[in-house]
């Protein structure tokens, strides 16, 4: 069955960076884009960038370009996100999820299970 | 960007009621309108696509509809298990892709 299985929690001090694995199994990593997604505390859903594993190629959304890297070893079929510069802004929960793409539509059809990131000094 | 604007954003429901929850966008998003239910403390769970396709293992009382900017999930009978948070997501064509603000439904 598919999975997403990520890294645990992370506590960071402002200006740090953190770096979030996705272990992906079930599946043909390479076939599946692999977004990335954040939650802080009693808010919605934030788009964060995605990631094209047969590829390489990335992109992030607009507020997170400059502070975001996304990485993947195609080996152990594992995506990373890295984040930067942290602040308390950042404190989230961030989420991986496969994506579906059918003509131009796109949904998340697996999740991950959700890494928390706190900021804090 | 595309916004995606959901209502209401909370809503106070009974077992066995019917639940319609909107979403509109700002832009026309042909039908690539995708609806996902999360429950406190878990990952999203994709409900629907592309409007109206409803996910393998997902009851039937679950429907979407809508077209151009105007959409709506509706739960035909609301049960136990579906007191949680929904969020709409678009994908038109270009990114970024955007979700709703959510809609929380709880128990009256």
């Known amino acids: 069955q598919v999975q997403l299985v990520q890294s645990g929690a992370e506590v960071k001090k402002p200006g740090a960076s953190v770096k979030v694995s996705c272990k992906s199994s079930g599946y043909s990593f390479i076939s599946y884009d692999i977004n990335w997604v954040r939650q802080a505390t009693g808010q919605g859903l934030e788009w964060v960038g995605w990631?094209?594993?047969?590829?390489?190629?990335?992109g992030s959304a607009q507020k997170f370009q400059g502070s975001v890297a996304f990485t993947m070893d195609t080996s152990i079929s594992t995506a990373y996100m890295e984040l930067s510069s942290l602040t308390s802004d950042d404190t989230a929960v961030y989420y991986c999820?496969?994506?579906?793409?059918?003509?131009?539509?796109?949904?998340?059809?697996?999740w991950g299970q959700g890494t928390p990131v706190t900021v804090s000094s | 960007d595309i916004q995606m604007t959901q209502s209401p954003s909370s809503l106070s429901a009974s077992i066995g009621d019917r639940v319609t929850i909107t979403c509109r966008a700002s832009q026309t998003i042909n039908n690539y309108l995708n609806w996902y239910q999360q429950e406190p403390g878990k990952a999203p769970k994709l409900l629907i696509s592309s409007s109206s396709n409803l996910q393998s293992g997902v009851p039937s009382r679950f429907s979407g509809s809508g077209s151009g900017t105007d959409f709506t999930l509706t739960i035909s009978s609301l049960q136990p298990e579906d007191f949680a948070t929904y969020y709409c997501q678009q994908s038109y064509y270009t990114l970024p892709l955007t979700f709703g603000g959510g809609t929380k439904v709880e128990i009256k």
């Open positions: 990631m094209n594993p047969n590829s390489g190629y990335t």
């Open positions: 999820a496969r994506v579906v793409s059918v003509g131009p539509t796109r949904f998340f059809d697996y």
